[in-house]
């Protein structure tokens, strides 16, 4: 089975200072995994994914995460917050084969501070 | 070319009352998932659908029935709505070659 925990609901940073969003998963084959973002009232809009290719990962907006295997860990980072950042953020993990559902975590909510 | 569209944005049901929210998707994807948001919980899959024709059970099903008629579309059907329904509920569709999901806008449903 696989499963996401994304730490702390809230996040809240200085527009310009570093971003750092943790999310850890479990999955029982080589995993797939995504970060989305989600503005108010809007659906979930894809950031950057992960497939097995380089464990670095560059994504929309300056975003980018790395694939960290033996902490099973997938850190969402941009090194510069802008105003416009401010939004919830989704990790999600997939297994990628029958049903391919993705299993999302809880969500964290960035807030970015002038 | 609109990508997953949900019909209604937006509802209010009395308690007991039934209704079907539609998705429709105009990418020829194979996949269709629907999930539920709700705070602190994030998205949880109700049903989900691998073709036409074909339906399965999520993590939440109890008090949601689906149906899968044609590729394009996935309706969700609340029988008797509960004030627990109240949610905002996504439609999602994934390409039978690729692993992203693309998501609607969402239909906000508030159970009184």
Sequence with gaps: AQSVTQLGSHVSVSEGALVLLRCNYSSSVPPYLFWYVQYPNQGLQLLLKYTSAATLVKGINGFEAEFKKSETSFHLTKPSAHMSDAAEYFCAVSEGAGRRALTFGSGTRLQVQP | ?112
């Excluded at chain 2, 994030?42 to 993590?59: F, M, P, Q």
């Excluded at chain 2, 039978?96 to 449903?109: H, K, N, P, V």
Aim: proline share 4%; with cysteine.
């Design chain 2, 1 to 112: 070319n609109a990508g997953v569209t949900q019909t209604p944005k937006f509802r209010v049901l009395k308690t007991g009352q039934s209704m079907t929210l539609l998705c429709a998707q105009d990418m020829n994807h194979e996949y269709m998932y629907w999930y539920r948001q709700d705070p602190g919980m994030g998205l949880r899959l109700i049903h989900y659908s691998v073709g036409e024709g074909t339906t399965a059970k999520g993590e939440v099903p109890d008090g949601y029935n689906v149906s899968r008629l044609k590729k394009q579309n996935f309706l969700l059907g609340l029988e008797s709505a509960a004030p627990s329904q109240t949610s905002v509920y996504f439609c999602a569709t994934i390409s039978g070659g690729r692993t992203e999901a693309f998501f609607g806008q969402g239909t906000r449903l508030t159970v009184v």
